[in-house]
């Protein structure tokens, strides 16, 4: 049960990241997806202001939450409860709340993308910041907005801009890792390294020799024919293996086929 | 019926923007929230190849699609039905695939920060462009991601990497829409101007004189704690409006209780 027993130290990177604070959210699915969303973007802490239908007192709410959670259970476990939003940010030291609408208040508004840097900053130097999302339908009072530092927005299309709970959880997370040096999991699988300048001339003398012997060039055409294939072969800007895989493709076509050793 | 019947011209500002191409979807719900995660972020055109369970014919499948897409039915009902990946990008001029794993091509790996401010340019120099996602648990097939010109994949958590198949349709989206100049629906609602220096100046002055009669700075101490005061309150960085507020504020402190007029 959160907060008993026995608390698990989180390791600091992930201590060291936005508290997540659901208020009255209604459907536990939405708690759920919130918190997978969390766990693709390295966000572990969530609280729960006074979820409609309780927590974890619920069992078929958790359940329905772990089972939208997609495996980040580990979030659902440690997920704090609070009565209300006040409560849930009082040890925090900056605070963002975020709306859809404009709500007629004087803060600062910020985009993810824009307050993301900053808050890393915040937190690198040992602030404690936290993130308020409203309920589904209604969002968050005006009273609970006044709790916040400014508010955060979402650059959506204002003729169809109903972001779900989970999708604004999830810009936020990815924001938040893009900002603390988050990479995507691979890179160009490129092991071999770029074609040396010997390389590529060597098949291009190749492929003009055979052209050629063809009878490829008509007269006269030669020299302009061979900088305009040359052109289109530069732009590829080979790997060595690539150069080799070319230079193959074309002695193939002009040794035509092969008999095969049975 | 998709391709049938009289097609509806989309207005250049939707129709210049990448195609969603789905590959064989697996569930109407999926669908239909990636309808919703495109119109959020002004895509509109999505691209089904071979839908599991058949597409528009399904009735129910249309019919839960159309309910997890919260009123995006119109791109549902101009998405365009192809019978395999290859037929879905025929007119296209560039395109991307997804993945999320490591697939041993040599294609170029990008991101949708990255690529989408070049992408932005593509379009509006005329190009169409398409990207494709695949089927929900097992991805594009290795010959579909060879007909892209380039990987595009997410920065996600590596110990908990798996974006379902709207919410990476909804950070692609998301990345085009501030690519090309999307902005948060409002922005701070400070009608009032900054405040002069002369207000605020004004201010400290009857705020400190009230102190002074009040008794508030111990002998000596009054130049001292007036500067930083002074630093405090110059750091809200005031509009007008907010100056003359607290002026107000800290005059109805020392005046004491009103007799209410009733």
Chains 1, 2 share one sequence.
Not at 32 to 56: H, I, K
Request: charged share 25%.
């Amino acid at each position: 049960m959160p907060g008993s027993g026995t608390d698990r130290t989180r390791p600091p990177s992930e201590a060291a990241a936005p508290v997540i604070i659901l208020v009255e959210p209604q459907l536990a699915e939405n708690i759920g997806m919130c918190a997978r969303a969390m766990a693709n973007f390295g966000l572990s802490e969530m609280r729960l202001v006074a979820p409609r239908d309780g927590w974890p007192t619920g069992g078929g709410l958790k359940k329905g939450a772990t089972s939208a959670a997609s495996g980040a259970t580990h979030i659902l476990d440690n997920a704090r409860l609070f009565p209300d939003a006040a409560a849930a940010i009082a040890d925090l030291n900056y605070v963002l709340a975020t709306t859809a609408r404009e709500r007629g208040q004087m803060k600062r508004v910020v985009t993810p993308a824009e307050v993301m840097p900053p808050l890393a900053e915040r937190v690198s130097g040992g602030e404690r910041v936290g993130i308020l999302f409203g309920r589904e339908r209604i969002g968050l009072t005006n009273e609970e907005i006044s709790f916040a530092d400014a508010i955060l927005t979402f650059p959506v299309n204002p003729t169809f801009a109903s972001l779900n709970l989970a999708q604004a959880v999830l810009l936020t997370g990815y924001e938040w890792f893009k900002a603390t040096g988050g990479e995507p999991p691979f890179r160009e699988n490129n092991s071999s390294p770029p074609a040396s300048r010997a390389t590529v001339l060597s098949m291009f003398d190749y492929l003009e020799a055979e052209l050629d012997r063809c009878g490829f060039f008509p007269a006269g055409k030669k020299p302009v024919m061979t900088a305009n294939l040359r052109d289109i072969l530069h732009r590829l800007e080979m790997t060595e293996q690539e150069a080799r895989t070319l230079r193959g493709v074309f002695k193939s076509l002009a040794e035509g086929p092969r008999v095969r050793r049975e």
